[in-house]
């Protein structure tokens, strides 16, 4: 079993576009999350694109997404041929 990253690699956009199409503001799910809307909005914004695995985990739940929708985009090395 792989362990529990130290940070999660976060796309903003990704969580902005999730929770406008929630329905919720900003303060409104920073409050479920337990985090300061000032945070999220830099979150949301690229400012901040590291987050705590706990923080992470309490936002996927409040937005009912999956493991890795929220997750920044990875870059794969190219293939050798």
């Known amino acids: 079993m792989a362990p529990t990253p ?4 976060v796309d903003g956009t990704a969580i902005c576009t ?10 409104q799910l920073a409050d479920t999350v337990g985090i300061t809307a000032n945070y999220l909005r830099k979150v ?3 400012d901040r694109t590291r987050m705590r695995p706990g923080t992470y985990v309490r936002l996927r739940a409040a937005l009912k997404a999956n ?3 929220l997750l920044a985009p990875t870059e794969t090395p190219p293939e050798r041929k």
């Open 67 to 69: 493991k890795t929708e």
């Open 18 to 27: 999730k929770r406008m199409n929630a329905g919720m503001e900003v303060q």
């Open 6 to 9: 130290t940070t999660f690699l």
């Open 44 to 46: 949301e914004r690229g």
